[in-house]
């Protein structure tokens, strides 16, 4: 059993940046077992996959619309994945969550192929 919880969401200003975490809480083993997708739902439009990493951190991947401004990166040691964000921009606006799946070494860029999701945290860009 994993328990995802993400924080650091907030309101920004369009360029600033924002940090993102994704502690996970689980249960047999570390988080590092698993890899780990962010994902993000902007109000009225449908989930849409930002980009993930695979358990050891060496392999991060990312959707066209954040490649160059936002990077994945985790600590293992502390049961957390990052998601650094650079150059915000409104379009950016949205729930960010983060899933986890059992296949460690996966590139998965759907939701239905993650078995754990957190609830999610706010991220606001105004203009």
């Known amino acids: 059993q994993v328990t995802l919880v993400e924080s650091g969401g907030g309101l920004v200003q369009a360029g600033d940046s924002l940090r993102l975490s994704c502690l996970g809480s689980?249960?047999?083993?570390?988080?590092?077992?698993?890899?780990v997708g962010w994902f993000r739902r902007a109000p009225g439009k449908e989930r849409e996959f930002v980009g993930g990493?695979?358990?050891?951190?060496?392999?991060?991947y990312y959707s066209d619309s954040v490649k160059g401004r936002f990077t994945i990166s985790r600590d293992n040691a502390a049961n957390t994945v990052y998601l650094q964000m650079n150059s915000l921009t409104p379009a950016d606006t949205a729930v960010y969550s983060c899933?986890?799946?059992?296949?460690?070494?996966?590139?998965?860029?759907?939701?239905?192929?993650?078995?754990?999701w957190g609830p999610g945290t706010q991220v606001t860009v105004s203009s």
């Open positions: 899933a986890a799946t059992t296949d460690a070494g996966a590139r998965y860029v759907y939701s239905i192929e993650y078995d754990y």
């Open positions: 689980v249960s047999d083993r570390t988080l590092g077992s698993y890899a």
């Open positions: 990493i695979n358990w050891s951190g060496d392999n991060a």
